[in-house]
């Protein structure tokens, strides 16, 4: 028990070796122990996480995201932006369940040639989402103060804007014939260190696009696949 409850104290999780310090205790009545037991109770640090099992958070980052599927040749990758907030709930000590609500920039770049020109012109296709994902978190600790973990689950997005851009003229025109929702599956890596009252994390994390984003009529095979960097406090 002396040994499981200093293992825990080694890692810096104090809430998880007090059980194991407080049987010992009992089974030995070693006042030496029970001053160790007293002094951590003292200095433990209270933080929300270590108390609720339910956290909320905000993030923010960047994306790389492109265009993929059958129809979307010649599609090159652009930069855009992502946050929102989220909430998960601890089904135990390992496995978490959260939900996001997120705003997404997605879609591609293509470079084509001017007909009569030979100019080259750049053309973006830029798509707005509100995304909700739900995901199946996997986390674990090696070291004092800080976590790691592993996520995979679904998403659906909301479309609230598609619009095509020649970026050498600066001008704009609305996509046509756009999917109101779109399916996806995302799975990510993250990395917490604790700060007592909270965590700062760092997450990335690869969607693909399981529909197409295409409701024309020719029902072209046209997806979404984003590669998200994101920053964030929980």
Do not use: W
């Not at 993929?68 to 601890?90: E, P, R």
């Not at 089904?91 to 030979?118: C, H, P, W």
């Not at 996509?175 to 929702?181: L, N, R």
């Amino acid at each position: 028990l002396i040994y499981c409850g200093y293992s825990y104290l080694m890692l810096g999780e104090k809430e998880d070796a007090l059980p194991y310090l407080e049987k010992a205790y009992e089974k030995t009545k070693n006042p030496r122990l029970k001053k160790a037991i007293d002094k951590i109770k003292s200095t433990q640090s209270i933080s929300i996480s270590a108390v609720l099992p339910l956290h909320f958070g905000i993030k923010a980052g960047i994306n790389l995201a492109d265009l993929s599927g059958d129809d979307a040749t010649n599609i090159d990758s652009k930069f855009s932006l992502c946050g929102g907030g989220f909430v998960n709930y601890a089904l135990n000590r390992s496995f978490l369940i959260q939900t996001e609500i997120l705003y997404m920039q997605k879609g591609g770049e293509a470079s084509v040639s001017d007909f009569f020109t030979g100019e080259t012109i750049t053309i973006t296709f830029n798509y707005d989402y509100i995304e909700i994902p739900l995901l199946l978190k996997f986390q674990y600790s090696f070291y004092k103060n800080t976590r790691n973990g592993v996520y995979l689950g679904p998403a659906v997005a909301f479309n609230i804007g598609a619009k095509v851009k020649n970026e050498n003229t600066g001008d704009e025109a609305d996509i046509q014939d756009v999917a109101k929702t779109e399916f996806s599956i995302m799975i990510g890596s993250e990395a917490y260190y604790e700060l007592g009252l909270g965590s700062l994390f760092l997450e990335a994390r690869y969607e693909f696009g399981l529909t197409s984003i295409d409701d024309s009529q020719y029902n072209y095979d046209i997806k979404n696949t984003v590669i998200s960097i994101m920053a964030g406090f929980i």
